[in-house]
């Protein structure tokens, strides 16, 4: 009688420690589940979030495209650009402008014989591409003026490209004249894009200038 006790106390034993393994492994089966599931959530949640915020800001960059023959424009359009955290694109003539070339007090200099033979003003650039042209929205054109029109250098890349739905702020550096009609000539040679009015800069303008002027378009 002893003996059928202790078998069947044994077998009892087996069968609840059997059974307590089976809920314990089926416990963490859940928290495993539940945990990779959790992942899963997140993952697409954070993936739907960035899809959303590239939704948003496509198309709503900035980009600063500029002619600096000695580095006042360069100098503004540095400072638009880290104001509108827009990119930059510099127009360089594949035949660059040495300081005898732009002296425009000698008639027999570079920039003299450009302005008197307009035929000599088809300056060829590096360069007029821009890498995802299509995502700017906002595009700020940047030149000196030269004889009251801006840098010819510019008018290459104006008509070589598309500003269709883009908004377009002409901006320009000089010593004395003014922005006078150079945006609007810009505009009427581009033939699209909605160009506001320009702002000129005196050569070696500041920071603090530039920034105000940049606030003021409520971009």
């Given amino acids: 009688?002893?003996?059928?006790?202790?078998?069947?106390?044994?077998?009892?034993?087996?069968?609840?420690?059997?059974?307590?393994?089976q809920n314990t492994n089926d416990s963490s089966s859940d928290t495993s589940s539940e945990t990779s599931a959790s992942k899963e959530?997140?993952?697409?949640?954070?993936?739907?979030?960035?899809?959303?915020?590239?939704?948003?800001?496509?198309g709503s960059k900035a980009l600063?495209?500029?002619?600096?023959?000695?580095g006042n424009t360069k100098s503004v359009a540095g400072y638009i650009a880290d104001?509108?955290?827009?990119d930059t694109f510099e127009l360089i003539p594949k035949e660059p402008?040495?300081?005898?070339?732009?002296?425009?007090?000698?008639?027999?200099?570079?920039?003299?014989?450009?302005?008197?033979?307009?035929d000599?003003?088809?300056?060829?650039?590096?360069?007029?591409?821009v890498e995802n042209w299509e995502d700017y929205k906002?595009?700020?054109?940047?030149?000196?003026?030269?004889?009251?029109?801006?840098?010819?250098p510019v008018n290459g890349f104006i008509t070589a490209n598309d500003f269709t739905g883009k908004t377009v702020i002409p901006f320009c550096?000089?010593?004395?004249?003014?922005?006078?009609?150079?945006?609007?000539?810009?505009?009427?040679?581009?033939?699209?894009?909605?160009?506001?009015e320009g702002e000129r800069f005196q050569s070696g303008a500041s920071e603090d200038d530039v920034k105000d002027w940049v606030e003021g378009l409520d971009l």
Avoid at 1 to 21: D, G, N, P, Y
Avoid at 64 to 70: I, K, N, R
Avoid at 97 to 118: A, I, P
Avoid at 138 to 152: D, K, Q, R, S
């Fill in 138 to 152: 906002t595009v700020f054109i940047g030149y000196p003026i030269w004889w009251g029109t801006a840098a010819w």
């Fill in 41 to 58: 959530s997140q993952t697409e949640n954070t993936t739907n979030e960035a899809a959303a915020e590239n939704s948003e800001t496509a």
């Fill in 64 to 70: 600063v495209v500029y002619f600096s023959a000695t």
């Fill in 173 to 196: 550096t000089s010593s004395s004249s003014g922005i006078g009609e150079s945006g609007e000539l810009l505009a009427k040679e581009a033939g699209t894009g909605n160009w506001l």
């Fill in 97 to 118: 402008y040495s300081d005898d070339d732009l002296d425009w007090t000698n008639e027999k200099s570079r920039v003299s014989r450009e302005h008197d033979n307009t």
């Fill in 120 to 129: 000599l003003r088809n300056v060829e650039l590096t360069s007029t591409a």
């Fill in 1 to 21: 009688m002893k003996k059928v006790i202790a078998l069947f106390t044994s077998l009892l034993i087996a069968v609840s420690f059997t059974a307590c393994s």
């Fill in 83 to 86: 104001a509108t955290n827009a």
